[in-house]
């Protein structure tokens, strides 16, 4: 900053006072500007973006891989390597896949499913604090952020779920009616990933150093949430659990949604191992997480883009 | 200062009945930014502060810049109006907070419809196509896919992008700065606006390029309701400005007539901004320290 070394006097009349310019901007009608909109009026301006969040979240996918040689195969081999990685260290190391029928397709699934809960959390966690340029720069309701990078992440992981139907099929899993369960399970996740991130969004733009912090979080929560291992195989193990452990770990949403794929995609998954009520389990998640995270986002609206 | 209703004024639209579209009413802006306290970088400084909790805690390790002070000011509809000042007087902050992307400290703004800031830089990536960006900005912008459909082949050629070959189906990271500076610019300047926020806008690309921005500018004006201009070139402030604001270190120092204001602005910094040539370097005069020269050539 420049300093001034010798100002100019202040020309001009004295301002009028503050209550007389409130006056002629309410007289005219006017609108303070930034304020927060009410719920309603703010899910219509969500709704009138929605072409926006779509084409901004389908750019993000495709700059991601742009500069590769490879490019856009990237979107499959990812999460392949990620479940080759897995499969190496839980599968035949650690020999996990003792006792689980179709272990390849039982972990390749759950790290697919678990990963798209997982990124769209992470990059929720940013989506105020690392694009304050973009809003700092325009106009339009901030949910658009989170939401949109979901979006993105629910694109990533139907280009691994084609991957997916690969495996499952040179596994020698066979196509059943049941396949057409994924989609409900997949919509219900979406919004419940959809509804985190707007909450670690909000608290993102907060306090950026939750972003350093989310990696720890996620990993645990993956461990527990039966990616590379059988909940119920393990609660078999383990007979000196206390009771309400099996029924704590299956009602884990993580464990839910990756169960119910696993029960729509893999025909060995049978119902028996699926914890009782399991869709009223994952709608109940995603209304909670969905609604829950979309008032506690709108309700700070005015203050994202603050230095 | 905000002189209302001011018979001097440069007399907004029809003169009588003049129609405000923005009001700000003794606003401050205040950043806060994380990381500076004393002794920050430190590890052990940050521990401090952690474990010293308690009401001193917000104030440790965050430091605040006050970039704008108690502003006040009206401003009508067909009015052109310059903003001026030394590098970081809180010009660029004042608009964001007009458009209501930075919230205020105190006081407030009010506005008539939703004020715009010219640009869609932040919402543009470098590693898509020039076309992709345009469908991307234009709906960034709010812009509905049909009237982007519409616009399309205009934003295209107002860019000039394709004289030199069929560069719009390019990676945007092809593009040499100034290619990327008219796509940007044009993707911008093709949505009309209520209130208009120009944000040094005019300095981007060739002689030729800025000619065409500056008449499309003018066109927007036409359109829009009230148009606010943030430059160091005084000459595009007189030729596109009737009334003028000058922020020095965030206060309004003097609210006016372009001539008027931008005299005294002139005579404030030395007169070297007068030009749209840029001064050679910092000459020593009586009013201004070395060194500042430097600071206000027109960018």
């Known amino acids: ?34 304020a927060r909109p009410p719920l309603a009026a703010y899910v219509r301006l969500l709704w009138a973006r929605r072409h926006f969040i779509a084409a901004f979240s389908t750019a993000k996918l495709t700059a991601q891989y742009s500069q590769a040689r490879l490019g856009q195969v990237w979107q499959v081999m990812t999460p392949l390597l990620n479940a080759a990685v897995y499969y190496l260290i839980f599968g035949v190391l650690l020999g996990t896949r003792r006792g689980v029928p179709d272990y390849v397709p039982f972990l390749v699934t759950g790290v697919f499913v678990w990963t798209f809960t997982q990124s769209s959390i992470l990059a929720g966690t940013r989506a105020i604090s690392g694009n304050l340029g973009l809003v700092r720069a325009l106009h339009f309701p901030r949910a658009a952020l989170p939401i949109s990078f979901c979006l993105q992440q629910l694109q990533q992981l139907l280009f ?20 057409a369960l994924a989609l409900p399970a997949l919509a219900l996740q979406f919004t419940f990933n959809a509804g985190v991130s707007m909450v670690m969004a909000r608290m993102g733009a907060r306090t950026p150093d939750i972003a350093q912090l ?14 590379m291992w059988s909940i119920d195989n393990l609660a078999g193990k383990h007979t000196g659990w206390p009771s309400w452990v099996l029924p704590v770990l299956q009602a884990n949403p993580a464990a839910v949604y990756i169960d119910l794929m696993r029960f729509a995609l893999i025909d060995s998954f049978g119902a028996d191992r699926l914890p009782q009520h399991v869709w009223a389990l994952a709608a109940g998640w995603a209304l909670l997480a969905g609604a829950g995270g979309f008032v506690y986002f709108w309700k700070a609206e005015e203050t994202y883009g603050r230095g | 200062m905000a002189e209302h209703p001011n018979p001097q004024h440069p007399a907004p639209a029809s003169g009588g009945g003049a129609i405000p579209t923005v009001v700000a009413d003794g606003v401050d802006v205040v950043y806060r930014v994380n990381g500076t306290g004393a002794g920050r970088g430190s590890a052990t400084a940050a521990l401090h502060r952690i474990l010293r909790r308690g009401p001193a805690e917000r104030t440790a390790g965050v430091r605040t810049v006050h970039a704008v002070r108690d502003v006040s000011f009206v401003a009508y509809k067909g009015e052109a109006i310059g903003l001026v000042g030394t590098n970081g007087s809180g010009k660029s902050t004042l608009l964001k907070a007009v458009a209501g992307l930075l919230p205020v400290e105190r006081g407030r703004i009010f506005t008539d419809g939703q004020p715009s800031l010219l640009g869609v830089n932040a919402a543009l990536m ?9 469908h991307l900005g234009g709906l960034a912008m709010g812009m509905s896919r049909e009237q982007i459909r519409a616009r399309h082949q205009e934003i295209v050629d107002f860019s000039g992008i394709n004289e030199k070959g069929d560069f719009i189906t390019l990676p945007m990271r092809t593009y040499s700065s100034g290619m990327a500076a008219r796509l940007r610019f044009s993707i911008a300047a093709a949505k009309d606006h209520d209130v208009l926020l120009v944000d040094e806008a005019l300095a981007t690309g060739d002689r030729s390029f800025q000619k065409r921005s500056e008449a499309r500018i003018r066109e927007l004006r036409k359109h829009a309701g009230t148009v606010f201009l943030v430059s160091h070139n005084n000459k595009s402030i007189r030729d596109t400005c009737e009334r003028v604001l000058w922020l020095e270190r965030g206060e309004l120092r003097m609210d006016g007539p372009t001539d008027d204001v931008l005299k005294e ?26 060194g500042e020269g430097a600071g206000r050539v027109p960018s």
Request: hydrophobic share 40%; proline share 15%; glycine share 12%.
């Open chain 1, 160 to 179: 691994s779920m084609c991957a997916l139907v690969v495996i499952l099929l040179a596994f020698g899993v066979p196509v059943a009616f049941s396949w």
């Open chain 1, 214 to 227: 989310m990696p720890f979080v996620l990993r645990t929560w993956m461990y527990v949430s039966g990616v």
């Open chain 1, 1 to 34: 900053m420049t300093q001034a070394p010798h100002p100019p006097p202040p020309t001009g009349s004295a301002p009028p006072g503050h209550g007389d310019l409130a006056a002629l901007a309410a007289r005219h009608g006017l609108t303070v500007s930034g």
């Open chain 2, 265 to 290: 602005y002139e005579s404030f910094t030395g007169g070297k901004g007068a030009g749209p040539k840029p001064a050679a370097g910092p000459k020593p005069t009586p009013e201004v320290r070395p």
């Open chain 2, 126 to 134: 470098n590693d898509l196509t020039g076309e992709r960006n345009v």
